[in-house]
């Protein structure tokens, strides 16, 4: 489209929307004022310096009370809009999460405003385009979130991208980077982006990805090693054996240890074998229980294969370090194994484990790392025996993170305090570590979890003596932040008393409850049929 526009509206709608989002156009004026104008223009000036130069030679000739002359450009008009723009309530709601961010505030603002682009693009609705580069400059490190970024920004995300060559480049390069490119800042990039190279590469290109860190791996330092196995480790596969085997060799134990982790991972791997024959070697059922034999040495096999002479991951004072090399192999050894070769299943290998009192702990504990690593029945077997504290221990924490998300939050229920119920006329005892338990795990709650947990806090702020706690106090923020959005309506019955002693207590209500009805006012803001638009927005 071509349109002719006066200068002085030219330069002033460009000052309005700045230079970023709308270049510096050449001004074409009649007489001295064009050859003024022009002159400006050839300096090597900043585009926002030659702007107010600009239009200030013009101002100045408008009150001399000569005209400045016309001019005709190319206009780049953004497409037609097909979605509504989000209320004003939604907005304000953004701008204020946006703005408690900016100052620094302690609470996790990542995920409300990630939870406001979902319920906007979910709603079929989009930023207003005054705001959208706003979004975009607060999106940029946001790779994860670029494309849902994208969706609520509507036709106004590619058109400003058009515009604007670094938002191009940080929103779409790296989709259309080609393999040279990732290649080339593996080889000489700073360590952070040549991990992210090896990450995309090991996306698109496992294969070559991996012939590439192998032709650099030995040259590389220690902690380099370690970083590049744990990208690897993320996407396994079997090819990846040979190379993993080749690094075992290296001399430094950690560089080992995350090899044979990484090894440990793939199903049917030669150090799974090895361990496995190891293990058979070690453990053995007898008299309806396991016996143990523990290793005498830890051979040049054994380091090379990961092993470590005392892995703090079973760092007790019970604990030998003969025992801390067995729990080592047994951790590496899916639980399964053992069920077949001693014809039990998950519950009597481990009422088998646990009947040999002299190596329980340490068989009990080479057993939750295995049921943390390789999954199976063994996990539910561990979570029945109310005699095994499994958040004691490092596997037992670990057993804890990787349990699927119903077998957890019936677990943490169990550790509701039940004040109703009589136990032989006796009131239970409250059981504290139900916030340590959620202050281990970080998932997103489902309704059911969040109605039994919100009613327990409810019953519990109107209490003299709550069961709370400093675990409570220092994670009621986080625990809003994962709450289901259905919290929002039982909220207000927490009793916040501004007039309680206990200053802690009530600062952590109210940060839970200001974090939870900030999640429902957004949550409503998109729900209400009175905040919608009614019709098509240009």
Known sequence: MRQAKNPFHELTETAILGTDRKPLSAILAGGDLGCTIAALGERELPQERLLIDQLTAISIAKKAGVVPGSFTCDLWVCPRETRHKVSERSLSLLIQVLTLEAKGSELKHFKIISEWLELCDKAQQRM?????????????????????????????????????????????????????????????????????????????????????????????????????????????????????????????????????????????????????????????????????????????????????????????????????????????????????????????????????????????????????????????????????????????LALLKALPQEHLENLILQKLPSWSQARDSIKAAPRLDLWYYLEQVDFNWSERFTREIIKFIIKESREKVPVFGHTFYSNASNFALRMHIVAGELIDQINVDADTADIYRRNALERMTDTVKLRYDIFQSFNNIDNQQKGPTP
């Open 128 to 396: 207003p385009e005054e705001f959208v580069p706003r979004l975009l400059d607060w999106g940029r490190s946001l790779i994860e979130m670029h494309q849902l970024i994208g969706l609520c920004c509507g036709q106004h995300f590619d058109w400003l991208l058009s515009l604007n060559e670094d938002w191009r480049l940080t929103y779409t390069g790296k989709q259309s980077v080609d393999k040279q490119d990732l290649i080339q800042t593996f080889e000489i990039g700073e360590q952070k982006d040549r991990l992210q190279a090896f990450a995309s590469m090991r996306s698109l290109w496992p294969e070559e990805a991996l012939i590439l860190l192998a032709n650099s791996f030995e040259k590389e330092s220690f902690e380099n090693k370690a970083a590049f196995l744990k990208v690897l480790s993320k996407k396994l596969q079997l090819s990846d054996e040979p190379f993993l085997e080749n690094t075992l060799k290296d001399r430094r134990k950690e560089v080992r240890a995350q090899a044979a982790t990484a090894l440990g991972a793939i199903s049917g791997s030669r150090l799974q074998k090895r361990m496995i024959a190891r293990a058979n070697q070690y453990l053995s059922f007898e008299n309806n229980k396991l016996a143990v034999n523990l290793p005498e040495e830890l051979d040049d096999s054994m380091l090379r294969d990961g092993i470590v002479e005392n892995s703090p991951f079973y760092l007790d004072s019970r604990i030998g370090i003969k025992a801390n090399w067995l729990c080592q192999i047994l951790s590496l050894v899916p639980p399964s194994h053992f069920e077949q070769k001693f014809g039990l299943n998950a519950s009597e290998l481990l009422e088998a484990a646990l009947a040999n009192r002299e190596w329980s702990l340490v068989l009990s504990l080479a057993l939750m790392a295995a049921a943390a690593r390789f999954g199976g029945e063994m996990q539910q077997a561990l979570l029945k025996r109310e005699d095994l504290n499994i958040t004691d221990s490092q596997a037992g």
